[in-house]
């Protein structure tokens, strides 16, 4: 019940594709569902997060859909960079707790 | 911008021997954290602190672990007889009252812990 469960493990793009990385979450007492993006030797760092009462939020090129009924959600990339090469995290958290539950992780390579 | 910092950044140990990370949370943050990951895999989280006192801790934070805010800026988390599965990247994590309406949480760049 706690775990929270991403997909796919890795993915390469060209240079202005949309990358699609899907998490699924099986507690519906989470109420928080952030992005972390992680470079090599680097601590993760917020990118993105959403509540489950809306379905879509959008931050420059990066938007989360949020599928409440299905416990999904999804991280896409609009005109990906070389530069946005990097392990991509979802994770969930109940309560207004720090405690995070993560996924596994996705490395993203976006190829020039 | 604040950030949290952690030190030592690398830390090589022999089995058995006591490690203690050390952590300097952003100054007026009021929740405290450690998360873990092995090379590889997921982040994990261990342990949450808020009040000088544990608030909640997760199955890997066994008796071999302990954590302390000794003065008014640093946090530590002190493994007592390390082993070998305890190499990973240790993360220190701080969060205010609120962080705008999320409650962000700031990580630091971690602590690579190796034991041999």
């Known amino acids: 019940q706690q775990q929270v469960k991403q997909s796919p493990q890795s993915l390469i793009v060209q240079k202005g594709g949309i990358p699609i990385i899907n998490c699924a979450y099986e507690?519906?007492?989470?109420?928080?569902f952030p992005w972390y993006q992680q470079f090599p030797g680097k601590g993760p760092a917020l990118l993105i997060a959403?509540?489950?009462?809306?379905s879509e939020k959008k931050e420059g090129r990066f938007t989360i859909s949020f599928n409440k009924s299905a416990k999904q959600f999804s991280l896409h990339i609009m005109d990906s960079q070389p530069g946005d090469s990097a392990t991509y995290f979802c994770?969930?958290?109940?309560?207004?707790?720090?405690?995070?539950?993560f996924g596994q992780g996705t490395t993203l390579q976006v190829k020039p | 911008e604040p950030e949290v910092t952690q030190t030592p950044s690398h830390q090589v140990t022999q089995m058995g021997q006591e490690v203690i990370l050390r952590c300097v949370p952003i100054?007026?943050?009021?929740?405290f954290y450690w998360y873990r990951q092995i090379l590889g895999q997921k982040v994990e989280f261990l342990v949450s602190?808020?009040?000088?006192?544990?608030?909640?801790k997760s199955e890997i934070f066994d008796d071999q672990f302990s954590v302390e805010r000794p003065d008014g800026s640093n946090f530590t988390l002190k493994i007592r007889s390390t082993k070998l599965e305890d190499s990973a990247m240790y993360f220190c994590?701080?969060?205010?009252?609120?962080?705008?309406?999320?409650?962000?949480?700031?990580f630091g760049e971690g602590s690579r812990l190796t034991v041999l």
């Open positions: 507690n519906t007492a989470f109420d928080y």
């Open positions: 994770a969930a958290r109940r309560d207004n707790t720090g405690k995070l539950i």
């Open positions: 959403i509540r489950p009462d809306v």
């Open positions: 100054s007026n943050h009021l929740y």
């Open positions: 602190f808020y009040n000088n006192e544990i608030s909640e």
């Open positions: 994590a701080s969060r205010g009252r609120r962080t705008g309406n999320t409650g962000e949480l700031f």
